[in-house]
Protein backbone atom coordinates (compact mmCIF):
# COMPACT_ATOMS: atom_id res chain seq x y z
CA UNK A 1 0.00 0.00 0.00
CA UNK A 2 1.09 3.42 -0.49
CA UNK A 3 0.18 6.46 1.35
CA UNK A 4 -0.14 10.22 -0.19
CA UNK A 5 0.20 13.47 1.93
CA UNK A 6 -0.09 16.51 0.24
CA UNK A 7 1.22 19.56 2.29
CA UNK A 8 1.16 22.50 -0.14
CA UNK A 9 -2.24 22.11 -1.63
CA UNK A 10 -3.38 25.66 -0.32
CA UNK A 11 0.00 26.87 -2.55
CA UNK A 12 -1.39 24.34 -5.57
CA UNK A 13 -5.18 26.11 -5.68
CA UNK A 14 -3.25 29.92 -5.73
CA UNK A 15 -1.07 29.48 -8.24
CA UNK A 16 -3.56 28.27 -10.52
CA UNK A 17 -6.40 30.57 -9.26
CA UNK A 18 -4.07 33.45 -8.02
CA UNK A 19 -3.31 34.27 -4.38
CA UNK A 20 -6.65 36.61 -3.80
CA UNK A 21 -9.18 33.99 -4.98
CA UNK A 22 -7.35 31.20 -2.80
CA UNK A 23 -7.85 32.97 0.56
CA UNK A 24 -11.73 33.04 -0.05
CA UNK A 25 -11.97 29.45 -0.48
CA UNK A 26 -11.63 26.97 2.82
CA UNK A 27 -8.63 25.32 3.32
CA UNK A 28 -10.33 22.03 3.48
CA UNK A 29 -11.77 22.64 -0.10
CA UNK A 30 -8.18 23.24 -1.07
CA UNK A 31 -7.21 19.90 0.16
CA UNK A 32 -9.82 17.97 -1.61
CA UNK A 33 -9.51 19.87 -4.81
CA UNK A 34 -6.08 18.75 -5.03
CA UNK A 35 -6.24 15.52 -3.90
CA UNK A 36 -9.31 14.86 -6.66
CA UNK A 37 -7.05 16.28 -9.59
CA UNK A 38 -4.14 14.08 -7.82
CA UNK A 39 -6.68 11.03 -7.73
CA UNK A 40 -7.55 11.08 -11.04
CA UNK A 41 -4.00 11.82 -13.01
CA UNK A 42 -2.69 8.79 -11.06
CA UNK A 43 -5.20 6.71 -11.50
CA UNK A 44 -5.06 7.81 -15.83
CA UNK A 45 -1.12 7.16 -15.48
CA UNK A 46 -1.23 3.86 -13.29
CA UNK A 47 -3.64 2.42 -16.38
CA UNK A 48 -1.55 3.47 -18.58
CA UNK A 49 1.27 1.16 -17.29
CA UNK A 50 -1.03 -2.00 -16.81
CA UNK A 51 -1.43 -1.11 -13.02
CA UNK A 52 -4.78 -2.47 -11.49
CA UNK A 53 -5.74 -1.80 -8.15
CA UNK A 54 -7.67 1.32 -6.46
CA UNK A 55 -6.75 4.63 -4.84
CA UNK A 56 -8.38 6.55 -2.22
CA UNK A 57 -8.74 9.44 -0.67
CA UNK A 58 -9.05 9.21 2.84
CA UNK A 59 -10.26 11.35 5.57
CA UNK A 60 -8.57 10.18 9.59
CA UNK A 61 -6.06 9.12 8.54
CA UNK A 62 -2.73 11.00 8.70
CA UNK A 63 1.37 10.56 8.97
CA UNK A 64 3.14 11.77 11.57
CA UNK A 65 7.22 11.26 10.91
CA UNK A 66 7.36 7.62 10.70
CA UNK A 67 4.06 6.94 12.41
CA UNK A 68 0.70 6.30 10.86
CA UNK A 69 -1.83 8.02 13.10
CA UNK A 70 -5.83 6.43 12.75
CA UNK A 71 -7.77 9.10 14.35
CA UNK A 72 -11.65 7.80 15.30
CA UNK A 73 -13.22 7.94 12.71
CA UNK A 74 -11.38 6.26 9.23
CA UNK A 75 -13.77 7.33 6.19
CA UNK A 76 -12.99 6.99 2.30
CA UNK A 77 -13.82 10.53 0.89
CA UNK A 78 -13.12 9.11 -2.46
CA UNK A 79 -12.40 5.97 -4.44
CA UNK A 80 -11.32 4.60 -7.92
CA UNK A 81 -10.69 1.91 -9.97
CA UNK A 82 -7.51 1.77 -11.93
Not at 27 to 33: A, E, R, T
Not at 50 to 62: F, P, Y
Amino acid sequence: MIVLKITNASDVVASNIGKFLERLTPDSYDQNKVEDIVIDRLAANLRAEGIRGEVAAVKGLDLHDDDLVIHDRLKIRRRKSI
